[in-house]
């Protein structure tokens, strides 16, 4: 099941439809509205999260002491119905919330994709815990995600009741879990969120000053956010396997050293010299680089990364690298989100969608050692992604279009915004050497 976020006459966007897959890739123009869409995107899922949420009834039973609750697409719909009305009645208080302006908006609205073949069976079993020798509630709830009538996830936790607990009470706290696993993937809806700016390298050399000057200033919730990062970011010395290899990718073909942190301060180490430089005397492009060591090394896991202008201060061949580092990201669990102005990351990303999609046929290991590749380069078949142009229509409105993935023959996604400029490259060239 793949939530959906609809928005009309958003800005200068006449309308988008953006599915929240596991990888999002926006290009488009300058000032086209890929980061305003981003942002929406950033502040909409976090009011989703946190929001009272009155659920709709759903199906319940009782088998052999367990108590059933199954949603499905009745559930789903008056759902959708729900939130919608909210977001519909809310929406200038949500764009002052993001963008702390007043952004014009006609609408915003979600939808379910899967809806008619995705449905969960949350199985609830009562006990009794005697901690501190006081007895209290527990419900053990197992979720069983079907497709299309098979099992395709499980989700198994424990929810100690703060009162007496009925099944009501475990009922509302399996349908939370379910909300949560639509909006986040998991059951406690506690996946951490981190936007970072294309204006990342400034406000990692300024941040100490904004907070010092009492959070003074009129950024938006993304960024605000981003600020906060960087002044509680604690490094975890021993991070998880997934995230410990991420991190040694990105420091040996990016980097090409290390992002530390000594008390509130930042250095870098390159592997060729013994003594770290201080962040602010590193180049642009370990600016650029060091949010993501940071997202991946804090001790708050981050599960979903927006960043703006993904390329910044990378030339092509490290935009090559980032592009591979992108993928394992979302391979690892976590959900991307980038926009690109480049037609080098657009044309590498593409090349390795186009290699997974071979892969998936027929193994092409061969093909891939003589790419100087590897199979955690390709997006693993749990893992989707979706590419969106952001193309300037009629006085100035922007068109924003979701790509179609071309098999056959393959061509994978069709930039025209790029293959327009590299057309008039090619002819302006050829008119020069006539």
């Known amino acids: 099941m793949i939530l959906h976020i609809i928005i009309k006459n958003f800005g200068k966007v006449e309308s988008a439809d953006i599915a929240?897959?596991?990888?999002?890739?926006?290009?488009?123009?300058?000032?086209?509205?890929?980061?305003?869409?981003?942002?929406?995107?950033?502040?909409?899922?976090?009011?989703?999260?946190?929001?009272?949420?009155?659920?709709?009834?759903?199906?319940t039973s009782d088998l052999n002491g367990q108590y059933l609750v199954r949603c499905d697409l009745g559930w789903f719909r008056e759902l959708e119905t729900r939130i919608n009305k909210y977001l519909a009645e809310q929406k200038n208080q949500i764009m002052e919330s993001i963008f702390n302006a007043q952004i014009p908006v006609e609408e915003i609205r979600i939808a379910l994709e899967g809806a008619e073949t995705t449905y969960f069976v949350c199985g609830i079993s009562e006990n009794e815990s005697r901690e501190t020798g006081e007895r209290k509630t527990v419900f053990d709830i197992d979720i069983r995600q079907y497709e299309?009538?098979?099992?395709?996830?499980?989700?198994?936790?424990?929810?100690?009741?703060?009162?007496?607990?009925?099944?009501?009470?475990?009922?509302?706290?399996?349908?939370?879990?379910?909300?949560?696993?639509?909006?986040?993937?998991?059951?406690?809806?506690?996946?951490?969120?981190?936007?970072?700016?294309?204006?990342?390298?400034g406000l990692q050399l300024l941040y100490k000053q904004y907070f010092a000057g009492g959070m003074a200033g009129d950024f938006v919730l993304p960024v605000k956010d981003f600020l906060q990062f960087l002044m509680l970011y604690t490094e975890e010395k021993q991070p998880e396997e997934s995230r410990r290899m991420l991190l040694e990718f990105g420091e040996e073909?990016?980097?090409?050293?290390?992002?530390?942190?000594?008390?509130?301060?930042?250095f870098y180490l390159d592997r060729q010299l013994d003594s770290p430089v201080s962040l602010h005397m590193a180049s642009s492009m370990i600016?650029?680089?060091?949010?993501?060591?940071?997202?991946?090394?804090?001790?708050?896991?981050?599960?979903?990364?927006?960043?703006?202008?993904?390329?910044?201060?990378?030339?092509?061949?490290?935009?090559?690298?980032?592009?591979?580092?992108?993928?394992?990201?979302?391979?690892a669990g976590m959900h991307v989100i980038v926009s690109s102005h480049s037609d080098t990351m657009a044309s590498r990303l593409n090349n390795l969608f186009m290699l997974t999609h071979l892969h998936r046929r027929k193994s092409s290991l061969d093909l891939l050692s003589e790419l100087d590749l590897k199979e955690a380069d390709l997006l693993h078949a749990d893992r989707q992604a979706g590419v969106y142009e952001f193309r300037s229509g009629k006085q100035g409105r922007t068109v924003v279009e979701r790509l179609e993935f071309i098999s056959h023959p393959l061509m994978g996604y069709d930039f025209r915004l790029f293959g327009a400029n590299l057309d008039k490259l090619y002819d302006e060239a050829d008119k020069i050497t006539r």
Request: charged content about 25%; proline content about 4%.
């Open 20 to 59: 929240l897959e596991d990888l999002i890739v926006f290009v488009g123009n300058n000032n086209s509205g890929k980061t305003m869409v981003m942002q929406l995107i950033y502040g909409v899922r976090d009011i989703l999260s946190k929001f009272s949420l009155v659920f709709p009834e759903a199906r």
């Open 148 to 201: 299309q009538g098979e099992n395709t996830k499980s989700y198994a936790y424990e929810y100690l009741c703060p009162g007496e607990g009925v099944p009501r009470d475990g009922e509302y706290e399996a349908l939370q879990a379910v909300w949560n696993i639509i909006l986040s993937g998991n059951v406690t809806g506690d996946a951490r969120r981190l936007f970072l700016p294309a204006s990342r390298s």
């Open 253 to 266: 073909q990016l980097l090409q050293g290390k992002v530390v942190q000594e008390g509130d301060e930042t």
């Open 287 to 331: 600016h650029e680089l060091a949010p993501f060591i940071k997202a991946l090394s804090d001790t708050r896991r981050i599960d979903w990364l927006y960043c703006d202008e993904v390329e910044n201060s990378l030339y092509p061949l490290l935009q090559r690298e980032m592009a591979r580092w992108l993928i394992r990201m979302v391979n």
